[in-house]
């Protein structure tokens, strides 16, 4: 650590092992504090609440937890894992100046919240004009995407209730600005909501909107070029009258709900009319179609609205909907947009590349494997038959073409000639040499004899095994000869 800029120290990395600190992940966050300047700026909109002889800066305060959550903390009290580390992070409030700060800044408001909202779109219009060509509003288009998320609630918290889901916590909605096929999601709004909230809720898509509209740069706040995405839960009427009004004229994309009406209006669409459906990079999807309706089925909507749907073969292992048809899955979007960068919508499929083999990028094939070799030809397997139409396989009766003698007239067949070799010749098989001697002792026959004797008869008979311990012996009486003397004698016999 040189010196102090800003909220936070400038440090310079060294490899000399000394001035070890733990945390060092939290250095790239600092820095990327500093160079787009959010620090100078939530200093400055919250200089309002900061008292005379205040130590603690509250733009610092507020920057410190949103750290303290990024390295892993979901309490206000995790932010003495930054405490640990003055050389990293500066000097940081402890936990009762943060909970007094938070409740200064609760019972102000929406002034509060107007402040650090203005000073985050201040701070992302300046990172995006220091990206360049890697800012989301390169192309000229801004594409916002709004869903709902679920956080779990292990306690009882402010508006935790029981979810849809049978989870207990919150339902808040979300906005995130597209990066594209390359990047992620930007968040830039956030609407808190309790766990039962609804789904497709119009007010709350319609606030999320315009929260998620004041964050973007000023150009990119109305008009065509401002994309909002959402699933099933933003198709409503509310929501695409706010989208489509009079000086606003948004683009949208929603997902929209397969009624009846639709339903019919699917059945009704002629099997030439689907047309392949592409991909947003230009390429085909497999086993999809899509095809545009039209007629009754968008009283009531915008104008300009169009209902696009799609087919697709469903997973092996999913279940079909009732709203399905011909064993396709059917999914329904509505959109306002006359086409894309590449393609429009109903546009032809381009034409089919050529095979090449197998993917380079699927596992079961790799680069540096080399290909399976062709199997050699055995001329005794049935394998290796000469590919082409066989004899036909039909009724004797039904191939005139085939001579058959009267019954009774048959020859009979000749008789299979056995040749026998000379008494005592024995054939020396030639596939395998002569097994060579092996110096295993004194061979005795009587012995070898016996010993497989004895296995044989352990594997067929039961009456050699063992008895158990418990099994008592029985007893069988045997009497002597008339002429003996002594009495009757008994031996134990193991049968």
């Not at 990293?88 to 100046?97: N, R």
């Not at 740069?217 to 198709?235: E, M, V």
């Not at 929501?239 to 948004?250: E, H, M, N, S, V």
């Not at 080399?370 to 049935?382: I, Q, T, V």
Request: charge should be positive.
């Amino acid at each position: 650590m040189n010196k102090r800029i800003g909220s936070y120290p400038h440090l310079r990395v060294q490899v000399g092992g000394s001035g070890v600190v733990s945390q060092a992940g939290g250095v790239l966050l600092v820095k990327t504090v500093h160079q787009a300047g959010l620090d100078t700026a939530m200093s400055a909109a919250l200089a309002p609440w900061r008292k005379p002889q205040a130590v603690h800066d509250p733009g610092k305060v507020l920057l410190d937890l949103a750290l303290a959550v990024a390295l892993g903390g979901d309490c206000l009290s995790d932010v003495a894992v930054l405490r640990a580390e003055p050389q990293v992070f500066g000097p940081v409030a402890s936990d009762p100046t943060v909970s007094r700060l938070i409740g200064t800044l609760a019972t102000a408001g929406p002034r509060a919240l107007t402040a650090i909202r203005r000073a985050r779109a201040e701070v992302r219009k300046r990172v995006w004009k220091l990206a360049g060509i890697n800012a989301p509003d390169v192309g000229g288009q801004i594409i916002v995407d709004i869903d709902g998320v679920l956080v779990l609630a292990h306690s009882e918290k402010q508006d935790a209730t029981a979810t849809w889901k049978r989870t207990f916590g919150h339902h808040p909605l979300v906005a995130f600005v597209d990066h594209g096929a390359a990047g992620s999601g930007e968040p830039v709004a956030g609407l808190l909501r309790p766990g039962n909230a609804g789904s497709n809720t119009a007010a709350d898509h319609v606030t999320t909107t315009k929260m998620a509209l004041a964050q973007l740069p000023k150009q990119h706040r109305r008009g065509r070029r401002t994309l909002i995405r959402t699933d099933s839960a933003g198709g409503t009427h509310e929501f695409l009258d706010w989208l489509t009004a009079r000086g606003r004229w948004l683009s949208y994309s929603v997902g929209m709900t397969i009624t009846d009406a639709v339903h019919r209006a699917v059945l009704q669409v002629p099997a030439s009319t689907w047309t392949a459906a592409v991909e947003p990079d230009g390429q085909v999807r497999h086993g999809a179609w899509v095809a545009e309706l039209a007629g009754d089925v968008l009283k009531g909507w915008p104008t300009g609205m169009r209902l696009i749907v799609r087919k697709e073969r469903p997973h092996p292992s999913a279940q079909l909907r009732f709203t399905d048809a011909d064993g396709m899955r059917l999914t329904c979007f509505a959109t306002n947009t006359t086409g894309t960068r590449d393609r429009g919508p109903g546009a032809a499929a381009p034409p089919a590349r050529p095979r090449r083999g197998p993917d380079p990028c699927s596992p079961r094939h790799r680069s540096a494997q080399p290909p399976p070799a062709p199997h050699r030809a055995e001329p005794g397997l049935a394998g290796d038959r000469p590919t082409g139409p066989g004899p036909p396989r039909m009724d004797a009766a039904a191939r005139p073409d085939r001579h058959r003698p009267a019954l009774g007239t048959q020859t009979p067949a000749a008789a299979t000639v056995l040749r026998r070799g000379s008494p005592g010749h024995r054939r020396t098989p030639t596939h395998s040499p002569p097994c060579p001697p092996l110096a295993l002792g004194r061979c005795d026959h009587h012995c070898l004899h016996q010993a497989a004797s004895t296995a044989a008869s352990r594997l067929t008979r039961n009456n050699d095994l063992p008895r158990r311990a418990t099994e008592r012996p029985r007893i069988r009486r045997i009497r002597r000869p008339p002429d003996a003397t002594a009495g009757p004698s008994t031996r134990l016999s193991s049968a």
